[in-house]
DNA sequence: TGTCCACTGGAAGGGAGGGCTT
DNA sequence: AAGCCCTCCCTTCCAGTGGACA
C-alpha cells in the first residue's frame, strides 16, 4: 500500500474499538444486565397479547437512562422473535419528544401499521384521523402494543386530550385491541392527567430506579467485552466512567458515552490502551459539544435574547432582571434589523433558555421595587465565546451596544 | 396594615404556512 | 378557487403576587 495522509490514521485507529455501533446508547444488547425484574413484569403481563387478548395498560416510570426505553424494545425485539409475522400481535414504538403533537403520534402509529401509506401530516382534521385509525387497526385483527416514549411532554401542550382519544379506542374496536405502555421520566406525570386517564393508563405501574455504581460498571463491562479489543482498558477506567455516571443520577446513557468518547480519544491520539486521563478529556469534550450543539438550535430570537444576557454579564451585571434583560434585548434587535418581540413573549423564551440549563432563572421580590426573575448565565466561558462567533451577530462587532439602561 | 412596584403567567385569539376537500 | 383543518409563533389583555416601605 502507498503511503497516503491518511496512513497513519488507519493503522492508529482499529486498536481500540472494535465495533462502535454497540457503544451507541441505541444498541440493543443480548442481555440488559439488572434489568430482569422490570422485564419479567413486563412480559408477564404483554405475554397475553399473543392468545389474541389484551394486555393492561402499563405506566413506566424512571429517570433519564435507567434503561426504560432499551427494555421496552428488547420487549419489541423478543415478540418478533416469537411472532415473526406478526400475526397476533404488533409493536409500535413512538417518541413523543420527537413528535410532539396529538396528530403527529396517531399519525405514527398509522403509517407504522400501514404499509403504503397516503395519510398526510397535516391538513386533515384529528377526528377523522382517530377514525382512520380505528378502521385501520382492525382490519388487521390483532393485539397492538403502543409504546408512547417520553409521554410527559405531552401534558404540558395542551395534547393530552390524546390519552382520552387512546384510552378509550378499544371501545371502538370490534378485531383488534390496544394496549399501551407510556414511558415517562417525570414520575409526577401521572398527577397532571384527568384522574380517568390517570387509572386507565396505569392499570399497572412500574418503577426503573436508578442504576448503582456497581450496576453500571456491569453494563460497561458487557458492552466492552463486545466493543472492544482485549486489554485496551486501564483497569481504573470502567469504575471512573460508572463513578461519574452514578452522580448524574445513575444514567447508563451518560457512561456509555462517556466510555465511548473516551475510546475514541485515545484511538485518535494514537495510544494503544484508555486511560483515566481520556475518560477525564471525554467528559470535557461531550458537555462542551452538548452545550454547543443546543445553543445551535436556538432561534435566532432565543439567540439574541441569550446575547442579551451575555453583553449584561460584560458589563458587569452578573444578576439581572427580565426587565433589564428586556432593554438590552430591543437595543440589540434594532442594531441587528430584526424586529423585536413583546416583553411577554421574551419571558417565555427566557423560561425556555432556563429549562434547557443555559441560564439559571429563579423569581424574586424585591419589595416595592417588584416582583421580577433574577437571571444569570450559566454557559462556561469557552462556549460563550463559540456562541458570539455566529453569523447572526455579525453586525455587532461594528457597533457599539448602548448603554441605555432605562426603557424610553 | 395597606400600597404599590415590576413583573409573572394564563387565556384568547390572530395570522402565516403547511396541507386536504369539494 | 374557496373553504377547511392543524401547528407554530406571536400579541394583547389582565388578574395575581411577594415583600419592602410608608
Redesign the pocket.
Known amino acids: 500500500m502507498d503511503e497516503s495522509i491518511f496512513t497513519q490514521y488507519i493503522q492508529k485507529r482499529k486498536q481500540i474499538i472494535k465495533n462502535r455501533n454497540i457503544l451507541q446508547t441505541t444498541y440493543i444488547p443480548e442481555q440488559l444486565p439488572h434489568r430482569n425484574t422490570q422485564i419479567d413484569r413486563i412480559a408477564s403481563i404483554i405475554a397475553m397479547a399473543l392468545n389474541g387478548d389484551r394486555p393492561s395498560n402499563i405506566m413506566v416510570y424512571g429517570m433519564t437512562g435507567t434503561g426504560k426505553t432499551a427494555v421496552l424494545n428488547y420487549i419489541g425485539k423478543e415478540l418478533k422473535k416469537i411472532d415473526p409475522e406478526e400475526q397476533k400481535c404488533s409493536y409500535v414504538y413512538v417518541n413523543c419528544e420527537v413528535v ?5 403520534i396517531l399519525y405514527n402509529i398509522v403509517s407504522q401499521i400501514m404499509i403504503d401509506s ?12 382517530y377514525s382512520e385509525l380505528i378502521i385501520q387497526l382492525d382490519k388487521l385483527d390483532k393485539v397492538f402494543i403502543v409504546v408512547l416514549d417520553e409521554i410527559d411532554h405531552m401534558v404540558s ?1 395542551k ?1 393530552d386530550m390524546i390519552f382520552y382519544y387512546l384510552v378509550k379506542i378499544n371501545e371502538n374496536l370490534q378485531n383488534s385491541k390496544v394496549s399501551l405502555v407510556g414511558i415517562s421520566n417525570n414520575m409526577k406525570f401521572g398527577e397532571l392527567l384527568e384522574p380517568k386517564a390517570k387509572s386507565r393508563l396505569g392499570e399497572e405501574n412500574l418503577i426503573f430506579p436508578p442504576y448503582t455504581k456497581e450496576e453500571l460498571e456491569d453494563i460497561l463491562t458487557e458492552r466492552a467485552k463486545e466493543a472492544l479489543f482485549d486489554d485496551v482498558l486501564d483497569s481504573s477506567v470502567i469504575p471512573y466512567c460508572a463513578i461519574l455516571a452514578a452522580k448524574v443520577n445513575g444514567d447508563a446513557r451518560v457512561a456509555l458515552n462517556l466510555l465511548k468518547t473516551a475510546a475514541d480519544i485515545a484511538e485518535r491520539n494514537g495510544e494503544s490502551i484508555v486511560t483515566d486521563a481520556e475518560v477525564k478529556s471525554a467528559k470535557n469534550s461531550i458537555e462542551f459539544n452538548v452545550v454547543s450543539e443546543g445553543l445551535k438550535t436556538l ?4 439567540k439574541i435574547i441569550l446575547m442579551s444576557i451575555i453583553k449584561n454579564v460584560e458589563r458587569g451585571n452578573a444578576v439581572m ?4 434583560v ?1 432593554i438590552m434585548y430591543k437595543s440589540i434587535s434594532e442594531l441587528l434589523g430584526t ?13 425556555e433558555l432556563d429549562m434547557m440549563g443555559f441560564i439559571n ?1 429563579s ?11 433574577e ?1 444569570e448565565l450559566s454557559i462556561a466561558k469557552d462556549i460563550v465565546a463559540v456562541f458570539k462567533n455566529d453569523p447572526i451577530f455579525k453586525p455587532l462587532e461594528s457597533n457599539k451596544v448602548p448603554t441605555q439602561t432605562k ?1 424610553i
Open positions: 410532539d403533537t396529538a396528530y403527529g397516503q395519510i398526510p401530516f397535516t391538513g386533515w382534521s384529528f377526528e377523522k384521523l401542550k395534547g432561534s435566532q430570537q432565543s432582571t427580565t426587565g433589564e428586556y424586529s423585536a418581540l413583546t416583553q411577554r413573549r421574551v419571558t417565555d423564551l427566557i423560561s432563572a423569581i424574586k421580590s424585591l419589595g416595592r421595587a417588584g416582583r421580577t426573575k437571571i426603557l
